[in-house]
């Protein structure tokens, strides 16, 4: 089992930043990705970014260059800078470990609202 604790979200004017940050514990298997999958209403989750236990990431291209994730051992972080009204959304981190077999874990989710 794997637990994800997130925090950060809130309510920002566009043009704004927020930082997002998900602490993962538990059995955590050193190959691993975590990483940042959104949801607006009437929406599609869909996935903001990711990074690898090697430091690869990824990122959906509408938040290119705006967002950066980051990670320090089991604890992954999303700064997002330059918010737009469309990044409103719960944001929900995950943990995907392929290689154990299991499912991806997911946290919480945390809102983020960005006002015009």
């Known amino acids: 089992q794997v637990q994800l604790v997130e925090s950060g979200g809130g309510l920002v004017q566009a043009g704004g930043s927020l930082r997002l940050s998900c602490a993962a514990s538990?059995?955590?298997?050193?190959?691993?990705?975590m990483g940042w999958y959104r949801q607006a209403p009437g929406k599609q989750r869909e996935l903001v970014a990711g990074?690898?236990?090697?430091?690869i990431t990824n990122y959906a291209d509408s938040v290119k260059g705006r967002f950066t994730i980051s990670r320090d051992k089991n604890t992954v972080y999303l700064q997002m800078n330059n918010l737009k009204p469309e990044d409103t959304a719960v944001y929900y981190c995950?943990?995907?470990?392929?290689?154990?077999?299991?499912?991806?874990?997911w946290g919480q989710g945390t809102q983020v609202t960005v006002s015009s």
């Open positions: 990074i690898t236990s090697g430091g």
């Open positions: 538990g059995s955590i298997f050193s190959v691993n990705s």
């Open positions: 995950y943990y995907r470990a392929p290689r154990t077999g299991s499912p991806p874990y």
